[in-house]
């Protein structure tokens, strides 16, 4: 019974995802005139990359999660994210292992994502923490608070991880942000706050 309302969550969860993208409809291409200049044409196609670095603390099962990624961005409204994270269960033990002895977890991901309504929405999917999942996220108008959502099928927790949080950027010309929000709600729900930092290599 838990396992069916488990997999009616995740179904509901993928359909909130898709209606949110739809309900703003498809992306609408400026229009532009035909003809254009070499020096607009290149900086129209120039590539963003993007380095980061997420640390975020939880509360409950006393350990952090470290990831790093890269961001590529071949345009305004869609990018490609790669990333690593790194889980240190050594100072607690919340999945009840019998040997804890400097046991860490790596987990990967390989994400596509889409922009809609002004680039203030964002659908991602893929692999979020070496599991598949979506993702949500939706910048507020004063463009520096950003509402994220995200799931993802889990090995060492529940059947389904299932995250929220807060983004602020806490300065103005640089890409800081301060984190707070909760995680592994189907499980063992734990409040988390860190920080996260992006550079930007090309844009």
Not at 28 to 37: A, F, H, L, R, V
Not at 150 to 157: C, I
Request: positive net charge; glycine residues 8%.
């Amino acid at each position: 019974m838990k396992s069916l309302f488990r997999v009616g969550l995740i179904a509901v969860l993928t359909g909130i995802c898709f209606s949110l993208v739809y309900a703003g409809g498809l992306p609408k291409k400026s229009s532009q005139p035909q003809e254009k200049t070499q020096v607009k044409q290149i900086s129209e196609d120039a590539t963003g990359v993007w380095i980061g670095d997420e640390s975020v603390w939880s509360f409950r099962n006393r350990m952090p999660r470290t990831k790093v990624y890269a961001r590529v961005e071949p345009s305004e409204d869609r990018y490609y994210l790669i990333g690593i994270s790194k889980i240190d269960l050594k100072a607690s033990n919340p999945y009840k292992r019998k040997d804890r002895r400097n046991v860490q977890y790596l987990e990967y991901d390989a994400q596509l994502a889409s922009k809609y309504l002004n680039n203030t929405l964002t659908l991602r999917g893929g692999m979020i923490n070496s599991g598949a999942g979506l993702g949500v996220d939706y910048m507020l108008p004063d463009e520096k608070t950003s509402i994220t959502v995200e799931g993802h099928s889990a090995v060492y927790s529940s059947p389904f991880f299932l995250r929220t949080n807060l983004s602020y950027k806490i300065w103005e010309d640089k890409d800081y942000y301060i984190i707070a929000g909760a995680e592994d709600m189907l499980d063992k729900l734990s409040l988390i706050a860190g920080i996260k930092i992006e550079y930007g290599l090309a844009r």
